[in-house]
């Protein structure tokens, strides 16, 4: 079987984050399997569109015209998209060289519909000793509890997946209103959507994780913050709200189940028997598992009883 053609969607919305998007692209092509099309889509900002447009030759830069947000700016790369595969990369992650050989591989089984990689936290600094990797999800990462490589999943995270072409004419792309805007809020699971609604429209496709496909996710002292873990769980909380609006809690709880009730209480006993094997940092991080997830919860009952009030909840 030929290789396949693949697309690469890089979105981007804010001048801070210039080097990471020249070293995304950068480390696209650089890949051991040259020749993906990269589609820059720019939301929001056309000064850093107008910038990029002079000074990227190489790669097709457009401005999102889907809506404004995440979800509008993916659905615009798709629309320029030529490639069999469409693979999604953040603007400030990075790909290992063997990124793209390692998700064509996985495509060898025609039941695949999308296939998402490894993404690993590059920490600016170093990761605070409080950080549980139970909640990697909180910056973007693989985290502890997810399946292991080669098994099916429910979704794919949104840094480093990979979709036919078909999969967006199943389900007619990214749904507006979900995830990432410039609202500030940090608000997410728009893949999560996506893909839960890919798997009630296609129930035999499969969704899959390729450990070899592997990317870099920076992490920015910022976001290290004790402050920005608690608003990225009350941001998701709100976010896992919205999708049970559209798909059902049935669905749109289904691995949260098992996380919440293995993963976490599993996760908090491990950080008590690092405190007596003389870790400091294993009581911060049982205690942050227990406060992200009540934080979590909170912000899950607080987007219910707000779509509720406007009428997006059954």
């Not at 079987?1 to 650089?30: G, Q």
């Not at 720019?42 to 457009?62: F, G």
């Not at 608690?230 to 919205?242: Q, T, V, Y």
Request: aromatic fraction near 10%.
């Amino acid at each position: 079987m030929p290789p396949f053609r693949f697309s690469v969607v890089i979105c981007a919305y804010t001048e801070d984050r210039l080097d990471n998007i020249y070293a995304a692209i950068s480390s696209v092509h650089n890949q051991n399997r040259p020749g993906a099309e990269i589609i820059l889509v720019i939301d929001n900002n056309p000064t850093l569109y107008k910038r990029l447009l002079d000074e990227l030759t190489d790669v097709t830069i457009v401005e999102n015209a889907a809506g404004p947000g995440l979800s509008g700016a993916r659905n615009t790369g798709i629309g320029h998209a030529h490639g069999e595969i469409v693979v999604f990369l953040d603007d400030d992650a990075t790909a290992e060289p063997d990124w793209l050989n390692s998700l064509d591989r996985a495509y060898a089984n025609p039941d695949i519909i999308g296939v998402g990689g490894l993404t690993l936290p590059q920490w600016q600094t170093a990761r605070p000793h409080w950080f549980p990797e139970e909640f990697y999800w909180v910056v973007g990462c693989n985290y502890t509890g997810m399946p292991t490589s080669g098994q099916r999943v429910r979704n794919l995270l949104g840094a480093n997946m990979s979709f036919r072409r078909e999969a967006f004419s199943l389900v007619d792309g990214f749904r507006a209103g979900v995830g990432r805007t410039s609202s500030g809020r940090p608000l997410g699971c728009e893949e999560t959507e996506f893909c839960i609604r890919l798997g009630q429209r296609s129930p035999r496709s499969i969704l899959t994780i390729e450990h070899r496909a592997v990317v870099r996710h920076l992490v920015p002292d910022i976001r290290c913050r004790f402050s920005y873990f608690i608003s990225r769980c009350f941001a998701e909380g709100i976010s896992k709200a919205l999708v049970t609006g559209t798909v059902g809690s049935e669905d749109g709880l289904s691995a949260e189940r098992d996380y919440t009730t293995r993963t976490l209480p599993l996760g908090v006993l491990k950080g008590v028997a690092d405190l007596f094997r003389g870790d400091p940092g294993g009581l911060g991080r049982a205690t942050a598992i227990l406060v992200g997830l009540s934080v979590t919860v909170s912000g899950y009952m607080f987007g219910r009883f707000r779509s509720t009030r406007v009428g997006y909840v059954s």
